[in-house]
Nanobody, 125 residues
Framework: QVQLVESGGGLVQAGGSLRLSCAAA????????MGWFRQAPGKEREFAAA????????LYADSVKGRFTISRDNDKNTVYLQMNSLKPEDTAVYYC??????????????????WGKGILVTVSS
């Protein structure tokens, strides 16, 4: 089992940037594909980005492609989401997730096995 804790959220103006971090407890972090999901007010949770165990496979939702960058540091047990050119429609609670399957499963099935509690990102217009 792995415990995930997000940080780095907050309020930012449209066009600005934020970097989310997700620290994982446990020595098996490198064995999990990791991802970020988000849930906007009144909407269902949706996939944003995923990265494979070694980082050689990276997947994005079309809505964030070209603006967001997911990365991981297996030595620090941390996954990051760099968010640039933020838009008001990026406002959501962002969740870090770990899977026992693949990054592709996270993207195409929205499936993960472990979830953080989420962190709020608010983008003002």
């Amino acid at each position: 089992q792995v415990q995930l804790v997000e940080s780095g959220g907050g309020l930012v103006q449209a066009g600005g940037s934020l970097r989310l971090s997700c620290a994982a407890a446990g020595r098996t972090f490198s064995t999990y594909p990791m991802g970020w999901f988000r849930q906007a007010p009144g909407k269902e949770r949706e996939f944003a980005a995923a990265i494979s165990r070694s980082g050689n496979v990276i997947l994005y939702a079309d809505s964030v492609k070209g603006r967001f960058t997911i990365s991981r540091d297996n030595d620090k047990n941390t996954v990051y989401l760099q968010m640039n050119s933020l838009k008001p429609e990026d406002t959501a609670v962002y969740y870090c997730a770990a899977a026992t399957t693949t990054a592709q499963t996270m993207k195409y099935y929205g499936a993960a096995d472990y979830w953080g509690k989420g962190i709020l990102v608010t983008v003002s217009s």
